[in-house]
């Protein structure tokens, strides 16, 4: 995507367009895409992938921006991270939607009792999900009550055996990486697929169970290791 993205800013840095507005559009581009994902059907699929995929070249284009202008700081971060944060999060939820199915009877039809467990499992992955990257700024804004340095000067690695060998087999087989926009749109977008072969949600709905167990895992896991490593320390 650098490759590409190195030629958007080309383009962006000879307008009046600002690194946060960059960062705006690409917060509105995942959020449609969080929207299509929710829309059953195999062409609502495709469209949150190529949404996606515009909102990781934008995700690339903001910061090469803010680069080039010399207006890198605590803004442009911040504003980085709501959308990493929002869009993550909204893929998550949608994907409970399109496993439940609920927009397939209409919007007219879509009241708060129509939505089923399969919406609530979406947005519990979602909380999941956004609490595991929430434990890792927690760990700045712990330091920083504590009136310890901003990095740990300590080794990171957690000091227990079973955290150690969790983040292990993670390096081995890194999925929960699926819980990212681009991997989850481009797995939404396979069982999609399927689900169109084979008739119902049956491929969506594994998707969401495994990406809410993955979520929960990762979350416990996390806490774990940063609770037993030196990083609070």
């Not at 991270?81 to 893929?91: C, K, Q, S, T, W």
């Not at 927009?103 to 879509?110: F, I, K, N, P």
């Not at 999900?129 to 890792?136: G, I, N, R, T, V």
């Amino acid at each position: 995507m650098r490759n590409v993205s190195l030629r958007v800013t080309r383009r962006v840095v000879a307008t009046r367009m600002s690194a946060d507005q960059v960062t705006l559009s690409m917060i509105a581009v995942g959020l449609f895409g969080a929207v299509a994902l929710a829309v059953p059907g195999v062409g609502p699929a495709i469209v949150a992938v190529l949404l996606i995929q515009a909102y990781l070249l934008l995700d690339c284009v903001d910061g090469e921006v803010a680069r080039w202008r010399a207006t890198t700081g605590a803004r442009g971060i911040f504003l980085d991270r709501i959308g990493h944060y929002a869009v993550e999060g909204a893929l998550l939820g949608a994907l409970g939607v399109r496993a439940d199915g609920v927009l397939a009877r209409g919007l007219s039809d879509v009241t708060v009792t129509s939505i089923g467990g399969w919406t609530a499992l979406g947005t519990l992955a979602a909380s999941l999900h956004l609490l595991s990257k929430a434990e890792s700024d927690l760990v700045t804004v712990a330091r920083a009550l504590a009136e310890l340095p901003p990095t740990a000067e300590r080794n990171h690695l957690s000091r227990h055996d079973v955290a150690r060998r969790a983040r292990q087999a993670l390096a081995r087989l890194p999925l929960h990486r699926v819980l990212g926009a681009v991997e989850l749109s481009l797995a939404a977008l396979v069982v999609a697929v399927v689900d169109a072969a084979t008739g119902g949600t049956a491929s969506t709905r594994v998707l969401t169970f495994a990406a809410a167990v993955i979520a929960l895992v990762v979350a416990v896991g996390h806490a774990f290791t940063i609770l037993t490593s030196d990083r609070l320390r």
